[in-house]
């Protein structure tokens, strides 16, 4: 133990008591976006990232009109989602298998398959929806 040297910042003064989740990071920037976390795999917790980073090129034509609920993780249940919404204008997406509207979770929503899902498939499902929701002719790629 004597011969170990510690070069840099000492550990006292670089480690932090409470680290910030990745939902709570997206829950506290983005008003049209919520992440109901229901002990996500890192895939998943990815897929509402590159969920987050393509909604933000359409937050000046959504507004605050809609809100889109990110819902991942196997242990989501229906009246947990229930508790957390507002006035039905919001859009639930189902991502990866393990939030896949069952029988026993009773999730309703637009389930993206996958583990975790493809971007392309969030694309294209985000891409469907935000010209449903936005009536408007969306001709783009991601």
């Known amino acids: 133990m004597n011969q ?29 976006l919520k992440v109901m976390n229901f002990n996500a795999c890192t895939g998943c917790l990815q897929t509402a990232v590159h969920l987050m980073f393509t909604l933000r090129s359409f937050r000046h034509i959504m507004g605050e009109k809609h809100k889109i609920i990110c819902v ?20 639930i997406l189902l991502c990866g298998y393990c939030a896949a509207p069952t029988f026993y979770n009773e999730l309703k929503g637009i389930f993206i398959p996958g583990c975790p899902p493809q971007p392309e498939d969030l694309q294209r499902t985000l891409k469907e929806l935000l010209s449903q929701l936005l009536k408007l002719d969306l001709d783009f790629n991601f």
């Open 72 to 91: 991942i993780g196997p242990e989501a249940k229906a009246n947990s989602i229930m508790k957390e919404l507002g006035d039905g204008k919001e859009t």
């Open 4 to 32: 170990i040297r510690i070069v840099g910042v000492p550990l006292e003064e670089a480690y932090f008591s409470k680290a910030v989740g990745t939902a709570d990071f997206i829950n506290s920037r983005m008003n049209e």
